[in-house]
């Protein structure tokens, strides 16, 4: 069976007249955890909205493969139908629309078929008890009054329970505490239990790193990938700072 799961080929990627990706090449495999780190400004999280396929960003050249189908045109809502899953920065508030009815929702679109509802609250429930939420915020608006460790939560707890087959967590460690960071990454290894599941962790950071195993690590400077390696990479990063990588 073929492995390969993503696989971004010769992609440039610009808002208007303002190129932001340039000729980036990248495959990720099933079972694999990738690593994209860089300074600020380098274009990480575009290439993860790129990926998810926001309208903001336009494709200028190049392909992005999955599953080995071409979706470089395709929505937003196709792609996590397919099973893309893209964790944010700054999750949304949304009042008015409760915790529990947005997962129930979201994991019916995803498995394209009835869900029961005491099933998928018993997975609601375990899901909670790993990244320790109280119960209480399945009826709580979606993120309203949350902090901003509660949202990152709630990002896991939705990639747990719609168990995307690609994974990408944007600066999911960013603003949290030592403890959420250990809650956060016991989703993510929950997650990972199922080995054929892909994970693309876009970070500046490497807190989270410390809890997983990173098959890949990719430096992205100015919109280009300018080096890949393995776990060890990250070490480097931590010592040397990316000072050999900028012009």
Known sequence: MDRSMLKIKDLTVGVEDKELLHHVNLEIKRGETHVLMGPNGAGKSTLGYVLMGNPKYQVKGGIIEFLEKDITEEPADKRAQDGI?????????????????FLNNAVRKRRGDKVRIWTF??????????LQMDESYKSRALNVGFSG???????ILQMMLLKPELA??????SGLDVDAVRLV?????????????????????????????????????????VATGDGSLVDKINREGYKDYLA
């Open 185 to 225: 990454s016991a989703g993510i290894e929950e997650y990972r239990k199922n080995k054929d599941k892909g994970l693309l962790i876009i970070t500046h950071s490497t807190r989270i790193l410390e809890h997983l195993h990173v098959d890949y690590t990719h430096i992205m400077v100015d919109g280009q990938i």
């Open 121 to 130: 609250m018993k997975e609601v429930d375990a899901a909670m008890k790993i």
């Open 85 to 101: 899953f893209l964790s944010f920065q700054e999750p949304l508030e949304v009042p008015g629309l409760a915790l529990d009815s």
């Open 149 to 155: 460790g509660e949202k990152k939560k709630t990002e």
């Open 168 to 173: 990408i967590l944007d600066e999911t460690d």
